[in-house]
């Protein structure tokens, strides 16, 4: 073979390797922009499973406090008929049932819902985190810039979530005005 020849197929071979090795690398940036995507809507899902969780926890241990406290008043109104018509043993009955509801089922229901609702920041933190990992990754990176070209990245859904931060009523209104209203929390 002539050495004209010999250099004309290294190229050639030059050439399909880096068009291959190239084709290789844009087709790695899809498993890594894809890789994103799933982490952003795992997290979602863990976050839609807390949120679950705390409404549970906390319409369950509500309930309780609730019952509880309808029970020692129903009984408190089934002592107050029986001796209505008998004073002295009314407030007899009052002495020896001291009807205090008692207040660790308030502080522990009260405890539950700062723990669920930590619980539930910690996750939404997490998918802020990761959301905005994938941003940087997207803006500020070739391999980004070459997922949103080559592959159209992000895809719809995961763009909407990306976007849904959970919050009050109140907060987004107070950031959607930047006017931020006093609020009696006594109410």
Known sequence: MQKGTKIIIGLMLGFILTIGLTVAWIINIKFQAGTFENQIVASNQNLQNVHSSVNKILTSSGITVKNFGETK??????????????PQLMMMWIKENDQQIDSKLW????KQIEV??????????????????????????????????????????????MNQVIM????KETFETGIDKSVDVLK
């Open 116 to 161: 669920q609702y930590t619980k539930f920041e910690m996750e939404q933190k997490s998918k802020i985190s990761k959301t905005q990992e994938y941003k940087n990754f997207l803006d500020n990176t070739v391999r980004g810039n070459i997922a949103q070209a080559v592959w159209s990245y992000p895809r719809a859904e995961t763009l909407a979530i």
């Open 107 to 110: 502080e522990n229901f009260q």
């Open 73 to 86: 008043i129903k009984a408190i109104q089934a002592s107050i008929a029986k001796y209505a018509d008998k």
């Open 168 to 171: 009050t009523g109140e907060s």
